[in-house]
């Protein structure tokens, strides 16, 4: 019987040798997660692709988008599975065709993987071929340049039909390059910086320092929001939230205006290494681009950097604001990017911040107030919330958990 389901393909995974049996372990682990909501009934390897499989035998369009949405993924075409009685496949190339949409040429790629199989693929080609062009008979054969090709392919007793595939987001399964913390503010260069690296298979821990309790908490549910939008891909573990405000407060009385913000941002970054230690993450990452606003200015990226040892990535350091928006699109947080929210940023403003920081100045106003008990405080205070599609997380044990509260809603209090 024909039964239709997902065939998975997945490019760069196959380039990486030794380590190809971790990364597909890791992607179907990955898939699992992503579609619990599809009841998969079989996520397996079969010759190069995986094959997601579900109860009924109709796998859907949607069960397909899920899947592109999930790191690791180049490709999904939804395809027909059967036998390997001719018949049967050549029917189901028939119905492939038919469902591919608009097209004028195509051509028919048969492959065998189990020798066995008593028909060449050429011979299978050619069967398939005059199958087709009776049944399209306005249709042309093109095999060079084919606006659709039907692949046939026989594989373990079975034969796998598809005419068409979607591309997937691509990268590689998130949990196979590490942990990272990355600095989340809800505008729209950090959420798109985050995704970036967690489609490169980092798992994603965000922190984000609100300007709680002299603002409010807007900004946080903002944050929130942009997390459950990544969700789906399954890149991030844990959101952490820092109320930064008081001691913001602190810092403007105690540093020269201009080197405020140099000096909220040095605070922030080691408050972001120390989580990142406890949770055994190896880098930072922020979604600064070079000279976007004056903070992000060669000298004063420098002075902010020079407070961490761990290693800072930049993914967009090198993007236009039009290209950064356009990802926000795709990735599904233009919208909530668009709503503004007063945060860590926005509070105490210098009316001229300093564009070109020297450093001795900066180190002189950083040891203008007690800044290793501040960050020691608001390690101390950090509130999290977990997101459970992200199965390569595993949540640090000890240094956090018994000093904190999670973040509400699931405090039960009213925000
Ligand atoms: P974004 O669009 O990501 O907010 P931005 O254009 O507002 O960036 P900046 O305010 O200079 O630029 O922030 C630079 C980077 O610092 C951000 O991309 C983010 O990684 C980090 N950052 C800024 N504000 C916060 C915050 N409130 N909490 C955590 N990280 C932040
Ligand atoms: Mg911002």
Redesign the pocket.
């Known amino acids: 019987m024909t039964e239709r389901l997902c065939l998975v393909h997945y490019h760069e995974i196959g380039l990486k040798g030794k380590n190809r049996s971790t990364f597909e372990n890791q992607l179907v682990t990955n898939l699992h997660r992503a579609l619990r909501a599809f009841e998969p009934s079989k996520i397996a390897r079969v010759s190069g692709h995986l094959v997601v499989e579900v109860a009924d035998g109709r796998a859907s369009e949607e069960l397909a988008a899920a899947i592109r949405r999930v790191p690791g993924v180049a490709r999904v075409s939804l395809a027909y599975k059967c036998g390997l009685d001719e018949g049967e496949y050549v029917a189901a190339a028939i119905r492939a065709l038919g469902e591919a949409g608009e097209f004028g040429s195509f051509k028919v790629h048969a492959r065998r993987s189990s020798t066995t199989y008593g028909l060449h693929s050429l011979e299978m080609n050619r069967l398939v071929g005059a199958a087709l062009c009776e049944a399209f008979p306005d249709k042309k054969v093109d095999v060079h340049n084919p606006d659709v090709t039907v692949v046939v392919h026989v594989v373990q007793g079975s034969t796998y039909v598809y005419a068409a595939s979607a591309p997937g987001i691509g990268g590689l399964p998130v949990g196979t390059a590490g942990k990272v913390v990355?600095?989340?503010?809800?505008?729209?260069?950090?959420?798109v910086?985050t995704w970036m690296v967690g489609r490169r298979g980092a798992t994603c821990i965000p922190?984000?320092?609100?300007g709680r309790p002299m603002t409010s908490d807007t900004?946080e549910w903002l944050c929130q929001d942009v997390v459950e939008a990544l969700a789906p891909s399954g890149i991030v573990g844990r959101l952490y939230v820092v109320p930064f405000g008081e001691r913001q407060r602190e810092i403007s009385l105690a540093v020269p205006q201009g080197l405020r913000i140099i000096m909220y941002?040095r605070v922030?970054m080691q408050v972001a290494e120390r989580i990142a230690r406890l949770e055994g993450a190896k880098a930072l990452?922020?979604?600064?681009?070079l000279g976007?606003?004056a903070?992000?200015t060669l000298e004063n990226i420098a002075a902010v950097n020079e407070a961490v040892t761990m290693p800072v990535l930049r993914p967009?350091i090198g993007s236009d604001k039009q290209e950064i928006i356009a990802r926000s699109h795709e990735i599904g947080t233009y919208d909530i990017?668009c709503q503004t929210a007063p945060?860590?940023?926005t509070l105490f403003m210098p009316r001229r911040p300093e564009t070109h920081a020297r450093l001795e100045q900066v180190l002189e106003a950083w040891e203008s107030f007690d800044h290793e008990a501040m960050v020691e405080d608001l390690v101390r205070c950090v509130e999290w919330r977990d997101f459970t599609q992200c199965p390569s997380y595993h949540a640090p044990r000890g240094g956090l958990r018994e000093h904190h509260v999670e973040l509400s809603p699931w405090m039960g209090g009213e925000r």
């Open positions: 990355t600095l989340l503010s809800s505008g729209f260069d950090s959420p910086a922190v984000h320092f609100s900004s941002r922030m990452v922020t979604g600064e681009s976007q606003v903070s992000q967009l990017s945060d860590c940023c």
